[in-house]
C-alpha cells in the first residue's frame, strides 16, 4: 500500500465483508454507527469507520449513520440524553441532575440506538426478502 498512515490497517480494509451490502454487514454498521453517533460529540465518522473495519460490518453504512448526529438534532438528542440520565439516575427534576447523568443518557441511548438499529434492518430485510419471494411465487404460478 502507498500511505503509510493506511498501512497498519490495509488487511481490514481489504477484507470484501467490510464493503458488502448484506443483511449482517449492514445490520452491524448500522448498530455500530447509531453508537458511534449517540455517543461521541466528535470524530464520530472515524470511530464508526475503525470499529466498523475491526468488526468487519460495512464501513460506509457505519459512517453514514453517524449523520444522524448533526447540528439540527444535536439540541434533542443531548437533551433527551440528560432527561434519560437523571431518570436512571432516579432524579425527579431538573434541579436535581448530576454532571453524570448527560455521559450515562449518551450511554444509555448508545446502546439503544444500536440494539434497535440493528433490529430493525435484521426485521426490515427479512421482511423485504418475503416479500419478494412471494412475489416470484405469484409470478411463476401466473
Not at 449523520?67 to 440524553?81: D, E, H, L, M, R
Not at 439503544?112 to 411463476?140: D, K, M, N
Request: hydrophobic share 60%.
Amino acid at each position: 500500500m502507498a500511505s503509510r498512515w493506511l498501512r497498519p490497517v490495509a488487511p481490514r480494509l481489504a477484507h470484501p465483508g467490510i464493503w458488502h451490502f448484506n443483511r449482517r454487514s449492514v445490520a452491524r454498521g448500522v448498530a455500530l454507527g447509531l453508537f458511534a453517533a449517540f455517543l461521541l460529540p466528535v470524530g464520530q465518522i472515524l470511530f464508526a469507520a475503525v470499529i466498523a473495519a475491526a468488526a468487519r460490518s460495512n464501513l460506509l453504512v457505519a459512517a453514514t449513520m453517524t449523520w444522524v448526529s448533526n447540528p439540527f438534532t444535536f439540541g434533542p438528542i443531548y437533551f433527551a440524553a440528560w432527561k434519560a440520565g437523571g431518570v436512571l439516575l432516579g432524579a425527579a427534576g431538573f434541579g436535581h441532575l448530576s454532571g453524570v447523568s448527560l455521559p450515562l443518557g449518551l450511554a444509555a441511548l448508545a446502546l439503544a440506538g444500536a440494539a434497535i438499529g440493528y433490529l430493525a434492518v435484521q426485521l426490515g430485510w427479512r421482511i423485504a426478502l418475503g416479500l419478494q419471494w412471494s412475489r416470484r411465487r405469484r409470478v411463476r404460478a401466473g
